[in-house]
């Protein structure tokens, strides 16, 4: 009984594994590379919904330098 690949499927797996990593490794770095910039833009949107969210807390009748040192 004969055990093993075949002379002809020698090397099948490697050039099996070779065409799928390349496309997986696309699709993974599509992806990565589409998420960071909505990840960014998410980040400075709640960024500034924060600082109007805290500047319009704010008592009006402060004075300016009141004002700049409790918003910050």
Same mark, same amino acid.
């Given at each position: 009984m004969?055990?093993? @690949?075949?002379?002809?499927?020698?090397? $099948?797996? %490697?050039?099996?594994?070779?065409?799928v990593f390349v496309v997986f490794f696309a699709v993974?770095?599509?992806v990565l590379s589409y998420s960071l910039p909505l990840? @960014?833009?998410?980040?400075f949107?709640? $960024?500034? %919904?924060?600082?109007?969210?805290r500047s319009v807390a704010v008592d009006p009748s402060l004075t300016a330098a009141t004002y700049k040192s409790t918003v910050e």
């Amino acid at each position: 009984m004969k055990t093993g @690949l075949p002379k002809k499927q020698k090397g $099948a797996a %490697a050039i099996e594994f070779a065409l799928v990593f390349v496309v997986f490794f696309a699709v993974l770095y599509g992806v990565l590379s589409y998420s960071l910039p909505l990840l @960014l833009m998410q980040s400075f949107n709640n $960024a500034t %919904a924060e600082a109007v969210r805290r500047s319009v807390a704010v008592d009006p009748s402060l004075t300016a330098a009141t004002y700049k040192s409790t918003v910050e």
